[in-house]
């Protein structure tokens, strides 16, 4: 497993109550970080907190609520008296065609996908700025270079959005010594996508296009997500990575 030493430093990981960010979450306390778990729901955060064996901190919070991610920032700094790195995890994925699609679930992945990074990034970086440093770090997705999943229009919208405020924000707070990059995941086994490994004929479609003839694991993405926190890739930023297997190749 890559190991990087981030201790004395503070992570936020939003949407860490499982799957990808719980594993985040778990990367992170391993390499020495304090750790702020947010989730929107209590339980499933205090979950991923009890498996952690640094200091940490449940953060229950909405992110798609501009006003809830800034009070959790506050908390967060009054708690630990810095925030050093945010990891943009919490998503979701409503499916349904363009003609079928409501308002609330459109909305719904445009704010939590994409909104969310705005308001946390915004939060995080004035105390970054102070602070002279940090690392931000969002999960985007393979879809977010524009790549039509059949069902997915607001999904893929919002993660091409996210990877052009990446962009943005690595340019803008690279003043600042903020560092912004995407992590863009292919399949990964969570229960996002447990609707997938239901379907036989179309997982083996996805398998065939998958050059390492598997789906992702949580923990495939994690050592990405450190390396790009840490001193190692000090001038790296405003890059979008895939972890997939070799599905997408740009
Ligand atoms: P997941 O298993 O569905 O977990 C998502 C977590 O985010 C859940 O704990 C969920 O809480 C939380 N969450 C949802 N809305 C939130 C909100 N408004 N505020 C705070 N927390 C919220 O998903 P995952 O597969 O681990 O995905 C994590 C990230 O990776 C997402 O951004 C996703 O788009 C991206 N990604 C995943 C895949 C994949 O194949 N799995 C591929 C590409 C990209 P609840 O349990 O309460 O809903």
Known sequence: ?????LSGRVVLVTGAGRGI???IAQGFSDSGATVAVNDVDRTTATMTAGILHGDSGVYVADVSDS?????MMNKILADFGRVDMVINNAGVEPRASI?????EDWNSAINVNLSAAFYTSRA???IMKEQGGGA???????????IPIALRSGYVASKAGLVGFTRECAREFAA????????????IETEMTAYLRENTAQMAKWLEDIPQKRLGIPEDIVGLVLFLCSDAARYLTGQAINVDGGKVML
């Open 1 to 5: 497993m890559f190991s990087v030493n």
């Open 21 to 23: 960010g719980r594993a």
């Open 67 to 71: 006003a809830a991610v800034q009070g």
């Open 99 to 103: 003609l079928d699609m409501s308002d």
């Open 124 to 126: 995080a970086g004035r």
């Open 136 to 146: 931000i770090v969002n999960i985007a997705s393979i879809a977010g270079h524009n």
């Open 176 to 187: 600042y010594n903020i560092r912004v990059n995407a992590v863009c995941p292919g399949v």
